[in-house]
């Protein structure tokens, strides 16, 4: 290549080298996007020894095989329980988007006779719960993580769904190949058919021990 085309081509890689978008967002916050604004990328476990693998961005645990399935009894407990753990991140939630919602409550109290007043003030409520439950639930995804003490030397998950803020305990209990002491918060777990399912909670819920 004749040098005149070779001082060009190093020319224009030089420019459009310094054209590259930075990232954007805060480079401390380990819960923002890691790539940029366009798309959040989580990390959730650092191996304490080795490298850094793609699973432990992605998922903290996979399910390696089915344990049982579980008796009635056994998935209205974990479904209960899931329940109550699910309810508090909504309640959490009401409580953080109270500054938006206040002053409109406080308005309506001012402005309008007692018993518009509190039909209002109701009507207000209602749609303060129901984006809780909407960022609740963009946030957690269709898919649940539950893991499971039940006296067994195994780490156990089970899997739910959410539906309009109804918690659904799927029918069977699963081995994972990480310990569930070992869980971090805020992890996902790759359940048995693929799908990414966000940890509910990192307390294991507790299931009596059976001799199956």
Excluded: W
């Amino acid at each position: 290549m004749p040098r005149h085309l070779r001082s060009t081509s190093l020319l224009l890689l030089l420019t459009l080298a310094g054209c590259q978008t930075a990232p954007t967002g805060d480079p401390t916050d380990l819960d923002g996007p890691m790539f940029g604004a366009k798309k959040d990328t989580s990390f959730y476990m650092m191996p304490e020894t080795g490298d850094l693998r793609l699973r432990d961005v992605a998922t903290v645990a996979r399910v390696i095989r089915k344990h049982r399935t579980l008796a009635a009894a056994e998935k209205e407990l974990l479904r209960r329980s899931a329940q109550m753990k699910f309810n508090g991140l909504i309640a959490l939630e009401i409580q953080r988007l109270e500054p938006k919602y206040e002053p409109l409550k406080r308005a309506a109290r001012r402005s309008l006779p007692p018993e518009q007043a509190r039909k209002k003030v109701a009507e207000i409520e209602r749609a303060q719960q129901q984006e809780a439950l909407k960022n609740i639930a963009a946030r957690m995804g269709e898919s649940i993580a539950l893991p499971v003490s039940s006296g067994e030397n195994k780490s156990l998950m089970a899997f739910a769904s959410v539906d309009n803020g109804r918690v659904e305990v799927a029918d069977a209990l699963y081995e994972v190949d990480v310990p569930i002491a070992k869980l971090p918060a805020k992890s996902t777990i790759s359940g048995p058919k693929g799908q990414v399912a966000a940890l509910l909670t990192d307390d294991a819920i507790d299931l009596p021990a059976t001799n199956r």
